[in-house]
């Protein structure tokens, strides 16, 4: 059985979730310092409102590269479980990097793309995804064959327990709400960087 066989076949068959909710389900379950980069917009916002961990980075400002970050995270430390959350206007200006993921076959990452189908914190312009764009199918297509939407809730948690569990990389596709965040990251860079070297342990 494929990993995908018990998922959704497309982005329209997915539920809509509550981006701060599955954030809080995602951060929930981290128990062993792993590195969690938050792509720019409401999905950084969340994963702050979510509790600030020093293995937490907040892009501020630089879009589509909570992928390629994490990616060299997951190089240095290869027996650290790197996530990298990013929304779908982000990922499609960086759909390079999925190939680049694909090809490196890096087993402790994971990426969970956030999909309202907007550009919601520029005034909600349609992204790509609103017009039949799949990004899951993306992925796939792109050798990242461990790629799936999560159905539900439910499932958003099992997908996640299986990419702390087994080797990747792991895509999970998840079709978000376009609800406003729970709180606004600090915009001070040089102690988002600080705080996140020393939560990996290269910085005291």
Same mark, same amino acid.
């Not at 969970?112 to 790509?128: C, E, P, S």
């Given at each position: 059985?494929?990993?995908?066989?018990?998922?959704?076949?497309?982005?329209?068959?997915?539920?809509?979730? =509550?981006?701060? /909710?599955?954030?809080?389900?995602?951060?929930?379950?981290?128990?062993?310092?792993?590195?969690?980069?938050?792509?720019?917009?409401?999905?950084?916002?969340?994963?702050? $409102?979510?509790?600030?961990?020093?293995? =937490?980075?907040?892009?501020?400002?630089?879009?589509?590269?909570?992928?390629?970050?994490?990616?060299?995270?997951?190089?240095?430390?290869?027996?650290?479980?790197?996530?990298?959350?990013?929304?779908?206007?982000?990922?499609?200006?960086?759909?390079?990097?999925?190939? #680049?993921?694909?090809?490196?076959?890096?087993? =402790?990452?994971?990426?969970?793309?956030? /999909?309202?189908?907007?550009?919601?914190?520029? $005034?909600?312009?349609? #992204?790509? #995804?609103?017009?039949?764009? /799949?990004?899951?199918?993306?992925?796939?297509? @792109?050798?990242?064959?461990?790629?799936?939407?999560?159905?539900?809730?439910?499932?958003?948690?099992?997908?996640?327990?299986? @990419?702390?569990?087994?080797?990747?990389?792991?895509?999970?596709?998840?079709?978000?709400?376009?609800?406003?965040?729970?709180? #606004?990251?600090?915009? /001070?860079?040089?102690?988002?960087?600080?705080?996140?070297?020393?939560?990996?342990?290269?910085?005291?």
């Amino acid at each position: 059985m494929s990993f995908a066989a018990n998922h959704p076949t497309g982005r329209e068959q997915a539920k809509v979730l =509550n981006r701060f /909710d599955i954030t809080t389900r995602l951060v929930a379950r981290l128990t062993h310092e792993e590195a969690v980069i938050g792509g720019i917009g409401y999905t950084n916002f969340d994963l702050w $409102g979510a509790g600030q961990r020093p293995q =937490n980075f907040y892009m501020l400002g630089s879009m589509g590269l909570a992928v390629p970050i994490a990616l060299g995270v997951a190089l240095a430390q290869p027996r650290r479980r790197v996530f990298a959350l990013e929304g779908d206007g982000s990922i499609l200006m960086q759909l390079g990097s999925l190939a #680049t993921v694909a090809s490196r076959g890096q087993k =402790n990452l994971a990426i969970v793309i956030m /999909d309202n189908g907007a550009y919601q914190i520029t $005034g909600g312009q349609a #992204t790509l #995804t609103a017009q039949g764009a /799949d990004v899951v199918a993306i992925a796939r297509g @792109a050798g990242l064959l461990q790629s799936a939407w999560a159905a539900d809730e439910g499932a958003f948690e099992e997908l996640i327990d299986l @990419a702390l569990r087994e080797d990747g990389p792991w895509l999970i596709g998840c079709r978000i709400d376009t609800s406003k965040p729970a709180q #606004t990251t600090d915009r /001070d860079p040089a102690r988002i960087r600080d705080r996140f070297m020393s939560g990996l342990g290269v910085k005291r």
